[in-house]
């Protein structure tokens, strides 16, 4: 096997390398209007004994404290802190005042950034003349009255699901968004026969999730951590937390795609798979902390993890496959699966992307369940991806419903991928390689009961395979010099 030096400190290299740290470093200096990013700046312009006005900095101070506890809304803090910074001493001093909070109250850097380039943008703009365009609020007034009407209906079904019957509350939240998207049916044909233009049915581009919105008035998103197929995850602040006193303030936010608001039937039937995922309190499973939507927006809070997903790393370190620290991944996945699989909770997508690796070692399983909901046939016109051909079995790709024996055989293909670096058909699908009539690649490095359980678990026939992870763990382990140590047999051949 290659050598490897000190995997683990080249995978924390590979964590850090495109996350914004807070700086460290020297205090940050004011640069004129439009220059580069915040922490990239010096300071070297900045006098000694220079010093703002305590009035101005003291005015900024408590803005941005009623922002940070929820009090004040994103664009009414910039438009607030603008007139301040007019002067050149006002925008250093809501420099100095961003980066004390990024050193001392850990305010993530890409959210100072969005204020002060918010704040500077208005602050360069003349002044607005009029109290009523003072006031006015920057969005247009059918956008929040829709906003307004969509949250009323999940407020409604929030309060009704927590006291009655879980089927009658969820028709509830269906048929009020169905009838809801009725009347906007009716107004924008009214509109369009009356000789308006037809604006957009689901998506409108003013609502796009971008760094620094603000969701329920709570979750402030601060940067983007990657896409997928159903929508974008961003790093968001929770303030409740923050002004808890949390540790840790930070989440994880899934904002699903727009097209999620036309289908109450794919929102009803996430809404319920998150939260069966809430109830799998499983260290390796990534916890969920709520389903909720803000106007057209639906997303998912999550635990914020800090690491590397393992598609990434597999790209990156290729060594890494066979490695002792591959193994453990292997290990704790078996061992996740056999425990969600007795809940009796699918995953129905597991893959690579779905598995991430946390900078303290640990393996964390993300979008558990998620893309069950669009085997189920009510769905079928449903905006979920759904699964991974290459990861998904014969029967999978063909559309049957998803099932425990689905993620034994995703698991049988990462065992190879982790332990090989090939997958075992080619990245063929189940479908392909089934046709194509291709046995999986051997595993020599495995004892055979452990190479019969995964040859198994790659059956093409459903029937072959063990029927749940509990079973596959069970095969895989059967030999004494396995059951101790999962992977112990691997040391041994390896200094044998
Ligand atoms: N809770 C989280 N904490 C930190 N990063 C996350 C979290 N959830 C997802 N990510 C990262 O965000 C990116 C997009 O995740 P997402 O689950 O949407 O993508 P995916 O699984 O590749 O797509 P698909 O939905 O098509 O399966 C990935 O790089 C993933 O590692």
Redesign the pocket.
């Known amino acids: 096997m290659a050598s490897r030096t000190n995997p683990a400190e080249r995978r924390d290299a590979i964590a850090r390398q495109p996350r914004a740290r807070l700086p460290t470093g020297p205090k940050l200096q004011h640069i004129p209007r439009g220059a580069g990013p915040l922490r990239s700046r010096l300071r070297d312009s900045r006098q000694a004994g220079m010093d703002h006005d305590r009035d101005t900095a003291h005015q900024m101070g408590q803005l941005l404290n009623r922002f940070v506890v929820g009090k004040l809304p994103f664009p009414e803090l910039t438009r607030a802190l603008a007139p301040l910074c007019r002067t050149a001493e006002g925008a250093d001093a809501l420099d100095d005042l961003l980066q004390r909070w990024i050193d001392v109250q850990g305010l993530g850097v890409s959210l100072a950034e969005g204020i002060r380039s918010e704040t500077l943008t208005l602050a360069a703009a003349p002044p607005v003349e009029t109290p009523a365009s003072r006031s006015a609020p920057p969005r247009n007034l059918p956008g929040m009255v829709e906003d307004a009407v969509l949250s009323s209906f999940v407020d409604r079904f929030k309060k009704e699901r927590s006291g009655g019957n879980p089927a009658a509350k969820h028709d509830t939240l269906g048929s009020a968004l169905s009838a809801y998207e009725g009347l906007r049916l009716r107004r924008y044909a009214r509109e369009t026969t009356e000789g308006a233009v037809r604006p957009p049915l689901q998506t409108k581009p003013e609502a796009e999730a971008q760094k620094g919105m603000v969701l329920r008035d709570r979750f402030i998103l601060e940067n983007e ?9 961003y ?1 968001a602040i929770d303030r409740r937390r923050l002004e808890a006193g949390a540790r840790q303030p930070y ?2 936010i ?1 904002m699903l795609n727009l097209s999620f608001a036309s289908h109450p039937d794919a929102l009803r039937a996430l809404e319920a798979e998150t939260r069966r995922t809430q109830d799998l309190a499983d260290p390796r499973i ?1 916890t969920v902390y709520d389903f909720d939507r803000d106007g057209t927006h639906a997303f998912i809070v ?8 393992l ?2 790393l597999l790209r990156e370190e290729p060594t890494f496959c066979g490695s002792e620290d591959a193994q453990r991944v292997l290990r704790d996945l078996m061992e996740a699966l056999a425990f969600t699989h007795s809940r009796g909770a699918i995953h129905a ?1 597991l ?1 690579p ?2 598995l ?1 690796l946390c900078a303290d070692g640990r393996l ?1 399983v ?2 558990f369940g ?2 069950a909901v669009a085997g189920q046939n009510a769905l079928e016109e449903a905006p ?2 759904g699964l ?1 051909p290459s990861y998904a079995c014969p029967e999978r790709n063909e559309g049957g419903p998803p099932s425990a024996s689905d993620d034994v055989y995703a698991l049988g293909c990462l065992v190879h991928l982790l332990l090989t670096g090939r997958h075992p058909y080619d990245r063929m699908s189940g479908s392909e390689a089934k046709a194509a009539g291709i046995a999986p690649y051997e595993l020599p490095m495995l004892p055979p009961a452990a190479r019969r359980a995964v040859n198994a678990a790659l059956s093409f026939d459903e029937a072959q395979r063990p029927a749940d992870a509990g079973a596959f763990l069970a095969a895989f382990t059967a030999e004494p010099e396995n059951r101790n140590s999962l992977f112990s047999f691997w040391s041994a051949r390896k200094n044998g």
């Open positions: 951590l990657g896409r997928g197929g159903m929508g974008i995850v790093r989440v994880a899934k990534t999550m635990e914020l993890l800090e690491g590397v997903g598609d990434r997508d893959k992307g779905n991430f964390k993300l979008d998620i893309s979920i991806s991974t």
